[in-house]
């Protein structure tokens, strides 16, 4: 299993994700109120004695929501409040997405804010880190 996939499948257990059909991998779908997940091309290694490696690489997290009235901008604040509450229950619980490492911890990085908006629609982005160990 690739790292992507098991991020992917674990963001799409998440019960508030309106419509895990429009999760994509670096793409944010046309729809409305669909998600993106891209990797941030920065992480941290820290190589350890045995030759194992902690890595921490951090995932952005682009949701595409209605904006065109004044409601519409509060609930997908609201929601994206949830979808924050969300990934520390799953850190709290230690429910880490299966990558094929053993995974220490999931975070959040950045917490969600509006990055572009048209009349009709915003996207907002999330960024989420995910640390693990990898064998040589």
Known sequence: ????????GWVKGCDLVDDPEYIDVNLLPPEMMALGIYKQPSGTVEPLVDGTKIITDVYYLLFKRPAQLEAERISSDEYLEQIEKWVEAQECEENYPEIGYRVFGVGITNTAYMMERTDEDAVYQLAISITYMKGD
């Open 1 to 8: 299993m690739s790292i992507i996939t098991g991020i992917l």
